[in-house]
């Protein structure tokens, strides 16, 4: 990666790793800006390091976090006068989704700002092939912040899979 080194990584599926292991583990040129543990069940997990010539701000939001359901952390970082905030997050394929949406909506509510961009990495289980249900109900919380997602293709195809 020398020597354009990426600002931040995001481990966004399921780092598997409690606090104290998370807190030992070292990626070089890099910092660990925030990060969600499971409390309960095994696994699981999402983390944001970020490069070490960087500044960055953790956004306190574990208190949203449910285990399975939603798996989140944040970060604010500044270039100039432009202000980012990361997002990662994760929902496990047995997760309700109703129980995801909303404290994700709670969340950008409380974050969202017109000045303020978001960079969103999400490993959330959802069947894109679908148009309805839970692909529409994430696009219109995310369109209600002005948000859109870059990639517009699949990124795993499975057995189980919907070809349309």
Do not use: W
Request: hydrophobic share 40%; net charge neutral; glycine share 4%.
């Amino acid at each position: 990666m020398h020597p354009n080194f990426p600002h931040a990584m995001c481990l966004l599926t399921e780092h598997h790793l409690k606090y104290l292991q998370l807190e030992k583990f070292h990626i070089e040129e890099y910092n660990l800006g925030a990060h969600y543990c499971r409390k309960q069940c095994e696994e699981g997990g999402v983390a944001i390091f970020v490069h070490n010539s960087l500044g960055f701000t953790n956004v306190e939001i574990a208190q949203h976090c449910k285990d399975q359901y939603v798996e989140i952390c944040a970060l604010k970082l500044s270039f100039g006068t432009q202000n980012i905030c990361i997002l990662t997050l994760y929902r496990a394929p047995s997760g309700k989704f109703s129980m995801f949406l909303l404290p994700l909506n709670t969340i950008l509510q409380s974050l969202y700002t017109p000045r303020l961009h978001f960079i969103i990495c999400r490993d959330i289980s959802i069947n894109y092939l679908n148009e309805s249900g839970n692909k529409n109900q994430l696009d219109n919380l995310f369109l209600s912040y002005n948000l859109t997602s870059i990639i517009n293709f699949l990124m795993r195809i499975q057995n189980t899979s919907l070809l349309q």
